[in-house]
């Protein structure tokens, strides 16, 4: 593939809901470009960008793939992201080095969730997008309909430039060019030029005339050759649209058919003609080593800068994708990751066409190409030059909202699924995993309960580890409510020296912190020197409350009085006693158990706010109050059980049809009520009978 000037090459991302085409529109772009020499299908599992033996067996995309098409002397690179919601993070990715995007939606259902999800990504980014209505020629389906709810929903910005021929019972038989008012039909894998039909040169005198009336107000000339009845040419009209997608007033639509080609012909030459390149970027601007603010301009000639929007990581190694922000990657040359501090050897580059890689010497300025066995760097890191070390704005990922405790199936393979969940972060910067030390549970946290099912079936896959996923443990504390007054004797004899210690002990409740020793003993009862090992005894004890065995906190222990032997004392006698004041006293003391609680915000639209609130009542949760958002939003602010979270992200997504997110974070312990206390207890009770018998 030949190496293309920067104002000829086109960086699109594809978005849009699952299932609505993306991927099988890629492939019929593939085909009619000559990239390929067949239409892979989804269902045979054959398709260039869905790959990965997850993406076969379970049909749908999980990652982005890049797919470059070759088109009228420019090179198009498809970015086809994944549909499903759990997999946003790989559609901000792509984004992050797409200078466009195109959003497909179908001609059956018309605009969905993810076409709007689409489009709000697209607003916050300020980028130029395309629309392109899929499947017009499957039944149920209606072109017009779909196109009038996309206008109806995002604008007057939503103009056709393309339209298709019906015959017969809506047989979709070829598509009318709005622009250059030609119409074409596909004779196998060629197109052929037809007559427009005669019912539908009114339709489309309508269309161009509307086209023309946006282009008028880019310009005051423009605007006066219009009203004085002056046409536009159809080169007039291009570069009128090109300048109206990029300053983001015009969202062009296209239509077609991937199963038979009709349409792709046009949306290749309208990528090409309206599609911005990637020195028409608004310039980034970041911090040279010096923190001395500079740009970074797309131009071959430029200072090397690369950004890696994408890792593929196995038990080989990783491989990494970039795109050159300034200047050339040259095959060995040598860069530098700022962050990591790190030098890179550019060993081996190549161009990638789905799971296909072409090695190249050079990966010109705006392109987008992969290298293999990078040590330090991961997704999100630039590499640049040592003479001007940059480091651009990284990909911000949301925080995950689902969390699930993650095991081995088989005792002793903890330290694979370490190995194997660190290399899959690598791929997948979005999801999150620690070690609750106090539950000894694994966390693994993430976007929804599908993107933790392919994370496991990628361990068992990739590194040959079988994991189950459980509802995490919920870490609750217990308190009393108070004071008492107890000893503790601990006294052994079993020849030579025996084992003595005697305390008396005040437990009460103590709201300035977790935990306070102090002694008010007078006399020299309990010498000083065995004072920390009574300190220690209870703080060891405190690691296990009565209740369910959950940690002690809010607790004032003071040593009143004791005593002691001058030979069998010791001080572990007296943390013995400690421990049995402890065991005797904090039940006498009203123990409680404690809930950890979570502060919540909550963003949905106006549309779902009973049913939200209502599901938040039935969780315990408590509506602190709520701000309108722009965009006919809301957001709540509520606290919440942490116990009544754990399938919160996914009942969200199902109330609001996934236009709903939310962030929770941990904020304080709050009592816990009766019946729930109840049930924790038989829970933990069960718990340790089923540890105990195994």
Known sequence: MANYPVNKIRNVCLMGHGGDGKTSLVESLLNISGATDRVGKIADGNTVCDFDPEEIRRKFSISTAVAPVEWNDCKINLLDTPGFFDFESEVQCAMRVAESALIVATGKSGPGVGTEKAWERCEEQAMPRMFYISKIDEENSDYYTSLHKLQKQFGVSVAPIVVPIFEGNRDTVGIVDCVIRKAYRMDGNKRVEIPIPEDMKDRIDQHRAALCENIAELSEDLMERYFAGEEFSDEELIAGIRQGVKDLVLAPVFCGTAATGIGSYALLKGIADYMPSPDEKPVELCEDEKGELIEINCAPNG????????????????????????????????????????????????????????????????????????????????????????????????????????????????????????????????????????????????????????????????????????????????????????????????????????????????????????????????????????????REAMEHGVLAGYPMVGLRATLLDGSYHDVDSNELSFKMAARLAYKAGIPQASPVLLEPVCSMKVVIPDSYMGDVIGDLNKRRGRIMGMNPLDGGKQEIVAECPMAELGDYAIKLRSMTQGRGSFVSKFERYDEAPAPVQEKVIAENKARMEALNKD
Not at 401 to 416: F, H, L, P
């Open 303 to 538: 200072s090397t800068c690369a950004f890696v929007f994408k890792t593929v990581a196995d038990q080989y190694g990783r491989f990494s994708y970039f795109k050159v922000m300034s200047g050339e990657v040259k095959q060995d040359m040598t860069l530098v990751n700022k962050r990591a501090d790190a030098n890179e050897k550019m060993g081996h580059i190549f161009t990638v066409c789905g799971k296909k890689t072409s090695e190249v010497p050079v990966v010109g300025c705006g392109d987008i190409g992969a290298v293999s066995k990078l040590v330090t760097t991961r997704t999100g890191d630039t590499l640049s030059m040592s003479v001007r070390k940059v480091e651009l704005e990284p990909i911000e990922f949301a925080p995950p909202c689902y969390t699930q405790a993650i095991a081995a199936k088989v005792k002793g393979a903890e330290e694979k699924i370490s190995t194997g969940l660190s290399r899959l972060h690598d791929e997948d910067p979005s999801f999150e995993t620690e070690f609750n030390p106090e539950t000894k549970q694994h966390l693994i946290s993430g976007a929804g309960d599908i993107q933790l099912d392919v994370l496991c079936s990628k361990l068992r896959d990739k590194f040959g580890v079988e994991v189950t996923l459980s509802a995490p443990i919920v870490p609750y504390r217990e308190k009393i409510r108070k004071p008492v007054v107890v000893e503790g004797k601990h006294k052994k004899q079993s020849g030579g020296h025996g084992q003595y210690g005697h305390v008396k002990m005040e437990f009460a409740p103590y709201a300035e912190g977790d935990y306070l020793f102090q002694e008010k003993i007078f006399g020299g009862s309990v010498p000083k020197n065995f004072h920390p090992a009574v300190d220690k005894g209870i």
